[in-house]
């Protein structure tokens, strides 16, 4: 069997015109869209992402702002940015580009962002929201992965997920979402005994681990759906997930890959967030 491929562009270029339909709406009644993106230091990888996420606003119709600052910004300078930007109508979503410099507390800097602008779904209140099923924003990475498995028609009721990885940001609200549709779920980490017993039983598993070949072909029950979030460089500096993806591709029903899977959706459900915020706005 060759798996099919689940291809986060395509998904990002269907979802992004109907997010376009709906911000048109929007401005028709005097609303625009307004994400504000803080990025604090020279990360190259940061530095690309920020400006996708600046080009996304700009191709669905949202207004943006990108802040730069230099590495050696104050954490206390970054809070009164932040504390500006919740108080700023024009502004519905705000995001601190992670990872931060080591001198700040990113956690404490995300506790600063209104909730109700959290686009990003990091903040407690939205962790909180999840977790009991109320209404807040989904973290980006792992509500990309559900629209993928939505997009194939997949009902995860009475089968076994196994998310790889429990990071706040993407392994505890992936497990978290895939429990909320009924998915028995295990969470696996660098503390789980055998890796390997545990994804064999799967029927979807995530890997969200930040290694290269956490999970290759011996490792997956014929059929599975396997989701990629890993972002790595191999030897030869091409990127690539998590996954031995020309092996795993063999045995699996649906892969993504990388680039071209979950990355674009990590910044298509951002423009999703933000809609659905200004959308909030309005309707106080
Ligand atoms: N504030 C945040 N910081 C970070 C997040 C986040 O969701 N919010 N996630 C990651 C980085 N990230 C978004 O910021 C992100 C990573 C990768 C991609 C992506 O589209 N990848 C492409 C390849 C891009 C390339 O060529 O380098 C792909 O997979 O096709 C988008 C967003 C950590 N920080």
Redesign the pocket.
């Known amino acids: 069997m060759t798996a099919q491929l689940i291809d986060?562009n395509a998904l990002s270029r269907q979802l992004r015109t109907e997010v376009s339909e709906r911000v048109s709406a929007l401005k028709a009644k005097g609303l625009t869209p307004g994400l504000a993106v803080i990025l604090v230091g020279e990360n190259p990888?940061?530095q690309?992402?920020v400006r996708?996420k600046v080009k996304a606003c700009e191709d669905t119709g949202m207004h943006s702002v990108l802040e730069k600052y230099d590495a050696s910004m104050s954490e206390a300078e970054l809070l009164a940015r932040v504390e500006a930007l919740n108080s700023d109508p024009t502004i519905h979503g705000i995001?601190?580009?992670?990872p931060l410099p080591a001198h700040m507390d990113a956690q404490k800097v995300i506790e600063a962002i209104s909730p109700a602008k959290d686009v990003?779904g990091f903040h407690i209140a939205s962790a909180g929201a999840l977790m009991t099923g109320m209404a807040g924003f989904w973290?980006?990475?792992p509500y990309g992965c559900m629209k993928m498995l939505e997009s194939i028609g997949y009902d995860l009721k009475g089968k076994h997920a196994v998310v790889i990885g429990r990071s706040n940001?993407v392994g505890k609200p992936m497990a978290l979402m895939l429990l909320q549709q009924n998915a028995t779920v295990t969470i696996c980490h660098s503390a789980t005994p055998d890796l390997k017993a545990m994804t064999l039983q799967a029927d979807v598993i995530v890997a969200a681990v930040g290694k290269r070949n956490v999970l290759t072909a011996d490792m997956v029950k014929p059929g599975a759906v396997v989701l990629d979030v890993g972002?790595n460089r191999n030897e030869a500096g091409k990127?690539c997930g998590d996954v031995d993806f020309d092996g795993v591709k063999e045995v699996a029903s649906w892969i993504t890959p990388?680039?071209?899977?979950?990355?674009?959706m990590?910044?298509t459900m951002l423009m999703v967030n933000t809609l659905e915020s200004a959308e909030r706005a309005l309707a106080v």
């Open positions: 986060g990888a940061s690309v992402y996708n995001l601190v580009q992670l990003d973290p980006c990475t940001i972002m990127l990388v680039p071209g899977g979950v990355g674009p990590t910044i």
